[in-house]
DNA sequence: TCAAGTTAATACACTCACTGGAGAAAGTAA
DNA sequence: TTACTTTCTCCAGTGAGTGTATTAACTTGA
């Protein structure tokens, strides 16, 4: 339902471009938010008090001259508010509260032994990390919650997790009933989309993708600005669309799937049938002759090294990957491709590989102003795509009602 | 740059609401429109005095009592205003008269001889037209062009036409200086899905794809209730999407693209060798055996009279055409899909072979909802995309300044 | 050193769009 | 005919933003 005009939502508006300003510019001062935004100098100082009084933002000092009177500058107060945000990935969850700006205060990561008890785990660990925590409820905005598989996150629900077998779990509701606290649900890709574009180093445009290849290829889409999430929540299944139509397979009803030429599984098998030959790979004696020990990283040390059997495989990754990239661009158009997961992670040959491929291939006004990059984030990527999910919608403006 | 709230934005917003009810929903009285949308029945009554006097809307008599006095009834007066729509398509300039319901009052259609002058031709052509209509240009509400090719609509330039030969050509800005009128220019495809979406018989969903399989093959996008055009106005290039990685390579630079399979030139020119090796085929005697009158309509009627050869054509145009789809489905995940163009239109049987192959090929989540069908227009499609690119976007309230 | 000019922030009266209540107008139902 | 509904308008009241006057604090240059 669309929101009608009245004072509150003027009031609502201009509260949120005021906090917006301080949070991307400040220390600010309230004469340079009234000029940037043209609000008037009046409104701005009384939106500035509400803020204060609710603990957003503080006074900071005071800051140049510019030929007149020094401005008061104000800045924002990333710990006015906590957030806490829970990642359910494979066999492992992980919880963390965080403040405003997505830093990791504390964290804490459990082991699921028991499949089936997954979601019952999930409600008591929080239960027991909130109190642990001992941080005043009150000043909780809420819990975010990001997982892998299918998300519709309009219905607060795990459509499909093939993994830990979750089908349709309303898990929104679940928490919101036992914690009395706003949930947000989103999948773990478009999370770390969000990621990117709200927190990351370097600047995200309005049309950005992300990919990731681990255990399998899936892509995060922004489009307008917007997360894209499709009808269902199963946009950007990427790892599943054709690039070979006479080519393997794929267990999910479709043939040649990306998924099954570029995912660490597929090159895992290709590297032990390469080994059980009998042939040379740095690959090999990097994991000690273990091939259990084998892992995306290792591939990627031995890339790194020149190894030429790992070279030829990501020459050959690149080219699959390629392909299906290119099928992205033409269909998207997007100004920033972001690659991350362990196969491209620390790994610029691969990246610049897939830049040479792609921009040969795709056609030329879809590649001249597009940055290919790797993600810049580093440890906390998970926790950090939580709590993207969660603070881009908390600080946007929304003309629908909730 | 973002507007800021003042009483103008709400009164703008309000008047926004009241309208879209009564296009929608009229006609209709001012207290219905008030219960629906939570504004007080004085607000109601002001804004439909505002829209009365700008004529929008008026009186459209009594309606029938619930138990209490009699409702007026308002509706929306489509012929309150005019607009201009100008569709360029391979060596043809359509220009029309419509009105705000996009019914063509009044057509004009001629033939681009010079391919040199399109340009100063099309700002001749529109300058007659609008002296022929003797309409009052105080009632028009602007120009709207729509072309094949890529086409930048932010910043009002055709940025790449091949056939025509026009590259970064900036019209919105010659039409704008030349007419001072308001310009939108875009897209043809990306008007046909804006055209489902406003003005189509059956309603579209948040998420739709619209497929045109004609000349070339292109998409139109929408998604999150938004027309997508990408970062460089270049989304939606299905045609040029590879669905083989071992196939014919193409102009663009790429391999296997779609458009090689099952773009009417790549029809016409498999049914060519068929015929030339001498075999038997309907298609042939129904264009009266001259193979320059093979089109893509006799196609159709050959598939319908069950010609084994067309019907054999279609089974693989289908299956190409599949891989393509369901590639789409898996990235976009839209629930409604729409095919339109020469080769699709009157065609059940491709329809439904598609269909067969989409639903067993695709993940079932991204297929459980989808609806797949034909576009619904018919002769004035190009015109009523014109009009609904303009339309769309002056009857929708946004919160970014012009 | 001090007056003139600038910039920053606040105080207050004013404007304007929405709201709610009073009341008129025009029906229905018993 | 009376009681009750529903539709619509009029009018005073509310509140958020704006412009102007004012205060505060600083820079510049004579």
Redesign the interface.
């Known amino acids: 339902m669309?929101r009608?005009?009245?004072?509150k939502?003027?009031?609502?508006?201009?509260q949120f471009?005021v906090l917006d300003a301080i949070r991307e510019s400040g220390p600010i001062s309230r004469s340079a938010i009234a000029k940037k935004?043209?609000?008037s100098l009046t409104t701005v100082t009384s939106l500035v008090k509400n803020l204060m009084e609710e603990g957003y933002v503080t006074e900071a000092g005071i800051g140049e001259s510019s030929g007149g009177r020094k401005p008061r500058l104000i800045k924002f107060c990333p710990d006015s508010r906590y957030l806490i945000g829970v990642s359910l990935r494979n066999s492992r969850i992980t919880i963390a509260e965080m403040n405003l700006n997505a830093v990791v205060k504390q964290q804490k990561i459990i082991p699921v032994i028991q499949q089936e008890q997954v979601i019952a785990t999930i409600l008591e660990q929080i239960e027991r990390f909130l109190e642990e925590i001992q941080n005043d409820k009150e000043n909780c905005i809420g819990i975010s919650f990001i997982t892998q598989g299918?998300v519709n996150t309009a219905k607060g629900m795990i459509?499909?997790n093939p993994k830990l077998k979750l089908i349709d779990v309303p898990l929104k509701k679940y928490l919101e009933e036992r914690f009395k606290l706003p949930v947000w649900l989103d999948n773990d890709t478009n999370a770390h989309i969000l990621a990117e574009k709200h927190l990351g180093i370097r600047p995200v445009?309005?049309?950005a993708i992300y990919i990731t290849i681990g255990d399998g290829v899936g892509?995060g889409?922004v489009?307008?600005g917007?997360m894209?999430?499709?009808?269902?929540?199963?946009?950007?299944?990427?790892g599943?669309?054709?690039?070979?139509?006479?080519?393997i397979p794929c267990d999910?009803?479709?043939?040649g799937c990306l998924e099954n030429y570029v995912s660490w599984p597929a090159l895992y098998s290709r590297i032990l049938t390469f080994i059980k030959k009998g042939r040379q790979t740095l690959i090999y004696s990097l994991a000690n002759e273990d091939i259990r020990s084998i892992s995306p990283r290792i591939l990627v040390e031995a890339v790194n090294l020149k190894d030429p059997f790992a070279v030829e495989l990501m020459n050959e990754t690149a080219s699959?990957l390629s392909?299906g990239i290119?099928?992205?661009l033409?269909?998207?158009?997007?100004?920033t491709l972001i690659l991350g997961g362990e196969v491209t992670n620390h790994n610029p040959y691969l990246l610049e590989k897939i830049e040479e491929n792609v921009k040969?291939?795709?056609?030329?006004?879809?590649v001249?102003?597009?940055e290919i990059r790797q993600t810049t984030f580093g440890d906390h990527l998970e926790m950090t795509g939580a709590a993207a999910v969660l603070l881009q919608d908390f600080f946007e403006?929304s003309?629908i009602a909730k």
Chains 1, 2 share one sequence.
């Open positions: 669309r009608t005009g009245d004072l939502l003027i009031q609502e508006l201009n471009i935004h043209n609000l299918i459509h499909y445009h309005d049309h892509a889409i489009v307008n917007q894209y999430r499709g009808a269902s929540g199963g946009a950007g299944e990427f599943h669309t054709t690039i070979d139509r006479g080519g999910c009803g479709n043939v699959y392909a290119v099928n992205l033409h269909l998207f158009n997007p100004n040969r291939q795709a056609l030329k006004i879809l001249e102003d597009l403006f003309l």
